[in-house]
């Protein structure tokens, strides 16, 4: 059995809710890759890229376009989050990451980026009903991923506010599609969003911002 069947193979059943392996364990990465990210470690990155590809191992198997695309975003922005962090170009005085709230320009662009690729890659998927069985939450899950991730590789304190919109329609995706532990998970994002949040939030408003050369989380 190669290591993708494998997998993609049950782990076991809780309350007749079969948890499939790559979604048990890339969801598991995918919470320390958030507890890293919160802790403002630079670190999240790579622990998101795995994440993102075992993921991409359980979406892509269980027809949902939508989902598997985002872990193909997922990775690529990993790889793009760590070259941003690693440059240094944000940092506080203490060397970690400096964070801040958007500017309304930015949040406008965010926000319409957001609306425009739901828009466009929901009818893609409803153009194409083979590409996913639930066209616009698989949609709106896969574009509100790719805004969410740009604003935290920029260190705006949005991203946090972002995922909790993700999470709000990922969670019943989840659980619909028979993807019970990336619904579990999904909650347990939302506890961890808020308590990011307010970390970012007091950082953004105490912490002042000095050049340097190498992130502190580069060693956490």
Known sequence: MSAVSWLNTE??????????WADMIGNTMGL????LGWRRSIWTWPTQFLSGVILFTAFAS????GSAGKQVVVVTVALWGWWQWSRGSRQAQDGSLAVRFASWRERGLLLGAAAVGTLAVGGLFTAFPTLSWDP???????????????????GMVEFWFAWLLVDAVGVPLAFANGY???????VIYGALVLWGAYDWYQRSRTAPTTPATALEGATA
């Open 136 to 154: 616009w939450p698989d949609a709106y899950v896969f574009v509100g991923t790719v805004v969410a991730m740009y604003a935290q590789a920029k």
């Open 62 to 65: 269980g027809h949902l376009s």
């Open 11 to 20: 782990a076991f059943t809780v309350f007749d809710q079969h948890i499939i």
């Open 180 to 186: 019970a532990f990336s619904g579990l998970v999904y």
């Open 32 to 35: 320390a890759a958030l507890a």
